[in-house]
């Protein structure tokens, strides 16, 4: 069970697959532009089919909302499908389906993005139509309180009804004090209730507009054919000040924290976060890099160390994980989590999770454990290519978060250099200190015997 959600996930998607090391070239050039009003335009050709994924990115998620309207990033995401007076109501996907093409977006903590996949004709009429609703949305009061319903019933199925999900909203909640990453995307329920059409004005007016915008296309085109594109249709929106970003600093943590949770299950469960370091400047920083490395000993695949050790060893564990969140806007955090077995309890996995990252801080990784991880990062960069939304995703959220799109090739290299000597010293350095731990544990309810709820009415994104 791995807990990790961000980029570093795809490098340890795929199992035991090793390419040889010619076969991890470089990857294709990135061409790269600014238009004059600020927007970044990022272009990959990939000419294996006649199709393109296009995407818009804002440098604008729910590290940038303020308590009591938490959730408005994503509200308003919803809303940029309610339409301009060019384009009406619904008819942008309409539009793109007849086009042959599909879209969609989403928000997380750092940013929020819309995507469209189609012909490479069609990649004009894509363009024209983000131009239009960056600047032309409609915004009505109606219209916004029926969507604020449809975010309301997802924030009750996505999380409200999902014990994990509650666990996981409580322990960001726990574990930092100060930084907005402790608010959920979705947003609190209170906030969801009292929220207006003016706080979905005020986010568009403030975050969307184009010097705080990324366009990112790859597939069959060329890259100054973009270029052109874009300067045609985004080039005469103008830009405006930014609002100014806060830089939150977490107060330093002076004990274990634990937090319990309550909600209708039929096992307990148990997620432990540790401060860390996050990724910040790849040419210099090693630490993330081993902690990556790290996450891939302790999980991952059949072999990893959890699975190994606590799931098919001792039974101690119906499942175990660990994740490194370790790539974004705010702090970085290293997970282990876990579900006893039967006849088993939380307390009894939180001391076995913590040995077994206590055991390679004592005992080091072996070298067979270090290239098995090395060999699944080099593979998912390989099959990443195969994919021009994977390729796409990854510039853009790279880019959105302040770091290189050039990392990608980077990390490889990086990750390759890590050694066994320094994984030990990450999990001495970090995990030592209870102090740096909060603790989140889901203590289970009787079950309703209602059937689990279903996806809102027309939720779509």
């Known amino acids: 069970m791995r807990v990790c959600a961000l980029l570093w996930l795809t490098i340890f998607a795929f199992g035991a697959f090793a390419p040889s090391r010619s076969a991890v070239a470089a990857s294709p050039p990135v061409h790269e532009y600014r238009l004059d009003n600020g927007m970044r335009i990022f272009v990959r050709e990939d000419h294996r089919a006649p199709v393109v994924v296009s995407m818009v990115w804002y440098v604008a998620g729910s590290v940038d909302e303020l308590n009591g309207t938490t959730g408005v990033a994503h509200v308003l995401e919803h809303m940029m499908f309610k339409g301009t007076e060019k384009i009406p109501n619904g008819e942008f996907s309409r539009r793109i389906a007849r086009a ?31 131009a239009d609703r960056m600047t032309n949305l409609i915004l009505s009061k109606d ?22 999900s509650l666990m996981y909203e409580g322990l960001m909640a726990t574990a930092l004090l100060s930084h907005p990453y402790r608010q959920p995307v979705i947003g609190w329920m209170n906030d969801l209730k009292n929220m207006e059409v003016k706080d979905a004005r005020e986010w568009y007016r403030h975050w969307y507009t184009p010097n705080n915008a990324i ?31 806060d830089n939150f600093v977490e107060p330093e943590q002076r004990g274990p924290r634990r937090i319990t949770i309550k909600a209708p299950s039929e096992l307990p469960s148990l997620l432990m976060a540790y401060r860390v370091p996050k990724l910040e400047d790849p040419k210099t920083q090693w630490e993330p890099f081993a902690l990556d490395v790290l996450e891939g000993v302790l999980d991952g695949h059949e072999g990893a160390r959890l699975q190994a050790t606590l799931v098919r060893g001792s039974q101690l564990a119906a499942a ?60 998912a960069q390989v099959y990443a290519r195969d994919s021009m939304s994977a390729q796409a995703r990854q510039i853009g959220a790279l880019e959105a978060i302040g770091l290189s799109h050039r990392l990608i090739d980077l990390q490889v290299e990086r990750l390759r250099a890590v050694t066994a ?23 289970p309810q009787p079950l309703s015997g209602e059937r689990p709820a279903r996806p809102p009415a027309g939720l779509r994104h």
Do not use: C
């Open 100 to 130: 042959g093409g599909r879209d969609n977006a989403f928000t997380s903590r750092d940013y929020t993005a819309y995507f469209q996949t189609l012909h490479r004709d069609h990649l004009p009429l894509a363009l024209q139509m983000e």
């Open 215 to 245: 366009l990112v296309v790859v597939g069959d085109v060329r890259g100054e054919e973009v270029h052109d594109l874009a300067r045609k249709y985004f080039g005469s929106i103008e830009a405006r000040e930014l609002p100014e970003r």
């Open 320 to 379: 175990a994980g660990a994740g490194y969140q370790g790539i974004g806007r705010g702090p970085g955090m290293f997970l282990l989590s876990g579900t006893p077995s039967e006849g088993k309890t939380v307390e009894e996995l939180e001391q076995a999770l913590k040995a077994e990252v206590r055991r390679i801080a004592t005992e080091g990784v072996r070298e067979d454990e270090l290239a098995r991880v090395k060999a699944q990062v080099v593979a």
């Open 143 to 164: 219209e916004f309180e029926k969507e604020l319903r449809v975010v309301m019933e997802e924030r009750r199925w996505r999380t409200d009804d999902r014990p994990h």
């Open 421 to 443: 000597e320094q994984v030990q010293e990450v999990a001495q350095r970090y995990f030592n200190d209870d102090d740096a731990l909060t603790v989140a544990v889901l203590r």
